[in-house]
């Protein structure tokens, strides 16, 4: 779904069952596109959450980072281990 014009997307991921109920989506790479499909940020992330129209937080390499998605500007988020579910 869209979300202030852009959407995540995934290549490679696969549904996880957490229990009989519900599923995470988990691995591939990651991205965002608007709703012209014009890729925002390239698929170069473990996980990516879309927080609001300015910003997000992604994972690379073990490593969590806010990011603004216009100027591309990250900054390290220390000691953060996992967040979410990948999206």
């Known amino acids: ?41 390239g698929l170069d992330y473990t996980k990516l959450i879309h927080y609001d129209k300015d910003s997000v937080t992604v994972e690379v390499e073990g490593k969590w980072y806010k990011m603004n998605i216009k100027t591309k500007e990250k900054f390290e988020i220390k000691g953060l281990k996992e967040v979410g579910s990948g999206q």
């Open 1 to 41: 779904p869209f979300k202030d014009g852009l959407s995540s997307v995934c290549i490679g991921c696969a549904q996880v069952p957490l229990d009989e109920e519900r599923m995470k989506i988990d691995g591939g790479k990651w991205g965002m596109i608007d709703h012209s499909g014009k890729e925002i940020l």
